[in-house]
């Protein structure tokens, strides 16, 4: 297990991280997620040994890790920039850490060659590593972390200077890697999408403090405050009369808030029976072919996006609806 216990981490005067507390379990795929700037890479900083927290413990394993250098910690690092050795061929950059880890010369070729394997890219060793693609210099970049046999492995926003396509495919294999070595892996990313798809849990992150933490269908269906909901995923903000109507109808304090994700709403032409229904018309409509996105507007004013899936209905700008959903649907949170 990793343990971060109380950590504060200062800059100057200045406070990154605030009384931190997570405890990772062994095996875990466990995601740091949140906006620019909340503290995410300092405190994976911390955990490698490049930032020293003013207060709090980091162990891992039973280890107190405080007085231990970066490279006496058992990591592997895999950064955004991939910070291979241009120099140097695929087999030469892997081989590196292996020699600066000082392991016996004989024993190299072989333990390049076994990770090299699990990570697909043996067809690549003999390359310099300008010849490869940004996905296939991650790659390397990760059997190079990985190729010290560390326990645990510290992942900083890997897949950002990837395109779209390549960073979804990529982020499939890091997560099987991860899963067929069982390797503790603590990833950074500000994409919220990416943290759901690929971690065991997340903890999120908001300027400087942890909101949240949990697996991904509890951050996203049980949201522990308005900041983690606005987050993670699209959601309403129910206003104007429909918070005055939930008011009287859900327990709640005059502090909270009602919210809802867009696939719970219904806009449709009739009211939706057993369920609550308002008045409106149609904004915008967008039909994105396995669903449709409909922006709808009461009549004071409040408006309110729906997602409906495999919709053929057509709509017309300003035409009558009703925006429907569910009490029990709707999540009553306080803003942070
Ligand atoms: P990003 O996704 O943009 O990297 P982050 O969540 O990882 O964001 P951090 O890099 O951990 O954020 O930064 C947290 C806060 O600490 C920010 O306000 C940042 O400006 C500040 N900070 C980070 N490094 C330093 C430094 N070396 N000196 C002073 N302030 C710093």
Known sequence: MIELKDIVIKYGDFTAVHDLNIQIQEGEFFTFLGPSGCGKTTTLRAIAGFEKPASGTITAFGRDLSGLLPEERGLGFVFQNYALFPSMNVYENIAFGLKAHKVPK????????????????TEHLKKKVNELSGGQQQRIAIARALVVEPKILLMDEPLSNLDAKLRVSTREEIRRLQRSLGITTIYVTHDQEEAMAISDRIAVFNVGRLEQIGTPKEIYNRPANAAVARFIGDINVLAGSMDQALREKLTCTPEDSFFIRPHKVTISKEAVSGAVSFPAVIDSFEFLGAYTKIIARTQDGAQVTSLMFGSETDYETGEAVSISFRPEDVLVLKEA
């Open 106 to 121: 004989k024993e190299i070729p072989e333990r390049v060659q076994r990770i090299a394997e699990k990570t697909g890219i």
